[in-house]
């Protein structure tokens, strides 16, 4: 009878706290009192005590100024320390330094560590710790799946609530900078009515420490300043920059900078009139300069060319070493070639020398079944963070390479392609959210586990309950693997229905268009195998890393057998180190992918009693349309690929259910959309 009461008791209390997930991690619950002493009264110190006072139920709390730090101590570094129930003291250099502690401190009440003595010290990875939002100025959003953008535009100078509520979100988890508009730049960003609109923006996520940039069209000069040129040698362009930039700074001092995609899938560039990615890069920085404004320009270029796209990106950027202004930082995606669910970490990172370089990150799901799939991209962002490269030996990792361990930079950062948009759940998939939130964690502490952020979310996010904590984490953290393995296991790449980025399509090969825009030019499949001949024996990809991985890479017998089809071209009888041939592994892979996705769905229902009614629906519908995606891909590529392997698929694995000519026919996105 006690047990059928409790039963109850939790029932009606998740029945009248159903929500629609809008708190996002920020479920921080009533404050007891606790009298908060501040060293003066600025935007950013009210955020800090206003938090406190709300929501922290533990003894009084001291704001104090520590201007006694080491100079090479970050100015958003902070000290929590004393007795959570009797008093503790957050100090910092800076207010946005005690912003962060105000948060890290409930952050520990709300993950249960906040018993006792508190003695914690810590500092950002990188300085500069920025979400790229691929916005649209109508609206629409690049590779969005959660609605429509935050930003609106015709309303602004117009604040909406949401505003503040965002800036709250990052900086809670330590983010500070934020790119506003897509990377293919609308140039009337750049006019005076929407600098307007934006130093609106700035002035709302100001006292949240968070900084804005914009990505600005290289050809700006041409189409909306006048000039009959944009190249960045010329005199008027850079006088146009140069009074471009005094005016973004005369609104918004603070402004962090521009980011720029340039000469890339049709966005014009300093290529366009015969200089180089230093020329176009520097002119915009010596704009910059004396306001303390950054570049960031991007490495994602890749020429119509017989080169194997995933080097495209070293070629070009190699040669210029040496040659960026210290404001200028390279942009680089984690892997060579574009976002996919597992690629091998760009070169770039493990050989540029004397120029700064940043990783881009792509929270958003354009590859990983957009808001529909649940996939915990921190084992992701890890795998690639932890990577070694071995540029000065042991320990340069990509992380370290970045944020200035190995190795002294002006400038260090690091860029996550937003997931947000205008749903009520922010990301439109609840798990989602857990994407945003480890890309910040991450961008604070790099140390962190993909378990450790698990579970700090889940705490803050549903409950602390250990029968609801487990399973949950370990449905998380395994989840990216399952997507793998469901859509492109063994190093398989861009598999990818053409355009939107949903569903399988291994066989297509568009009659027209780029060879790399085709799945057939990464898988490479024939009746006498499959995979991308990266090695010294093919387009030489290896010989990007440095040693001793490029040896590794080049062995089909030492390559890690998670990049196999990554970096070679193997028979489909090819014995791996588990006795099986290549063809069973990715029958078996796929299979195993399915039936993880399977469990997912199981392991959810079981849990409804412990999640309110809104948000228990809503996942579990999304988990129905993964498992149905995951059949999907698993039945497109085994038929497509058997036309080639000609081997049985094993009779111990689920057979198809329906055939390769009834796949070719359906459209994933349109069934699911």
């Known amino acids: 009878m006690y047990k059928l009461i409790v039963s109850i008791f939790l029932l009606l209390s998740i029945a009248l706290h159903a929500e629609d997930g809008s708190r996002l991690w920020l479920r921080l619950g009533a404050g007891s009192g606790a009298r908060v002493t501040t060293p003066g009264r600025t935007a950013t110190i009210d955020v800090a005590a206003r938090e406190i006072k709300a ?6 709390v001291t704001l104090a100024y520590n201007r006694k730090k080491a100079e090479d101590v970050s100015a958003e570094a902070f000290s929590i320390t004393g007795d959570a129930r009797t008093g503790v003291t957050i100090s910092s250099k800076s207010d ?12 520990l009440q709300a993950t249960g560590r906040d018993t006792g003595t508190i003695a914690m010290t810590e500092a950002p990875a990188f300085e500069r710790r920025i979400l790229n939002h691929w916005d649209n100025m109508d609206g629409s959003i690049e590779r969005g799946y959660a609605g429509r953008s935050l930003w609106k535009w015709e309303e602004l100078p117009t604040l909406s609530p949401r505003y503040e509520a965002y800036a709250r979100a990052n900086a809670s988890i330590g983010i500070n900078g934020t790119v506003l508009n897509n990377v293919n730049a609308n140039p009337t960003v750049l006019t005076a009515d929407c600098l307007a609109k934006v130093k609106a923006l700035a002035d709302a996520f100001r006292p949240y420490g968070l900084r804005v940039y914009l990505s600005v069209n290289f050809n700006a000069p041409k189409s909306i300043g006048g000039l009959t040129t944009a190249d960045p040698l010329d005199s008027q362009v850079k006088r146009w920059w140069n009074d471009k930039a005094d005016e973004i700074y005369a609104l918004v001092p603070d402004f962090g900078g521009f980011l720029v995609k340039a000469n890339s899938e049709g966005q014009a560039g300093p290529q366009d009139y015969g200089r180089t990615h230093a020329d176009g890069a520097n002119m915009l920085a010596d704009a910059l300069a004396k306001h303390g404004g950054i570049i960031m320009w991007r490495a994602f270029v890749y020429a119509p060319s017989t080169d194997d796209r995933a080097k495209q990106a070293y070629l070009e950027f190699m040669p210029l070493d040496g040659q960026f202004r210290d404001n200028v930082i390279i942009q680089i995606k984690n892997g060579p070639v574009d976002f996919q669910p597992r690629e091998a970490f760009s070169p770039l990172f493990g050989s540029l020398r004397q120029t700064q370089s940043m990783i881009e990150f792509q929270i958003t799901q354009e590859y990983l079944g957009h808001s529909n799939h649940l996939v915990f991209l921190a084992p992701l962002f890890k795998e690639t963070l932890d990577s070694e490269t071995f540029r000065d030996g042991d320990g340069s990792t990509v992380a370290n390479v970045t944020n200035g361990r190995a190795g002294r930079t002006r400038v260090t950062a690091i860029a996550g392609v937003a997931n947000t948009g205008d749903s009520a759940n922010w990301c439109g998939h609840h798990f989602a959210q857990a994407n945003w939130y480890a890309f910040g964690r991450l961008a604070w502490n ?14 803050q996010t549903f409950t602390d309950r250990d029968e609801f904590l487990v399973p949950v984490r370990e449905m998380m953290c395994s989840s990216r693997e399952t997507c793998v393995d469901y859509m492109m296991p063994l190093g398989l790449h861009h598999a990818f229905s053409f355009n939107e980025h949903y569903g399988p399509e291994p066989w297509g090969n568009l009659p027209r268009g780029r060879a790399d825009w085709n799945p057939v030019y990464y898988h490479r499949a024939d009746t006498g195998g499959i995979g991308f001949d990266r090695t010294r024996r093919g387009s030489d990809a290896v010989s990007q ?7 590794e890479l080049d062995d089909v017998r030492r390559c890690p057998e998670n990049l196999l089809l990554w970096f070679h071209r193997v028979r489909w009888d090819f014995r791996m180190k588990n006795g099986r041939t290549l063809w069973e592994n990715l029958c078996y892979r796929y299979d195993a992918g399915l039936q993880q996705a399977r469990a997912y769905q199981m392991q959810w229902d079981r849990l409804q009693h412990m999640v309110d009614e809104e948000r228990f629906k809503a996942v579990q519908r999304k988990l129905m349309i993964q498992t149905r995606d995951a059949q999907w891909w698993k039945e497109a590529c085994l038929l497509y690929f058997q036309t080639f392997s000609r081997m049985p698929i094993p009779f111990d694995i689920e057979r198809p259910t329906n055939t390769l000519e009834d796949i070719k026919k359906m459209n994933l996105r349109k069934i699911t959309y």
């Open 55 to 60: 929501h922290w139920r533990g003894g009084n």
């Open 96 to 107: 946005r330094g005690l912003l962060y502690g105000a948060y890290a401190l409930l952050r």
């Open 446 to 459: 790099c140390n962190l586990s993909a378990g450790e952020i698990a579970d700090e979310w889940i705490r």
């Open 545 to 551: 890393y440095n040693e001793p991985l490029r040896d």
